[in-house]
């Protein structure tokens, strides 16, 4: 049930979309800064396709 919440609060916050069985990242760094995430640890800037 948590996770279902969680889910549901990155979706109203506009940081990622749930389509046809995939992730869509919406809002990369909001989610980086929401997560307190650095990305330097992956020594990479970020997804990909940004």
Known sequence: M??????????????????DGKVIFDDFDGLVALAEFNVA?????????R
């Open 2 to 19: 948590h996770v279902n919440r969680v889910l549901r609060k990155l979706r109203e916050d506009n940081l990622v979309t749930f389509r």
């Open 41 to 49: 640890y992956l020594d990479q800037s970020g997804p990909l396709l």
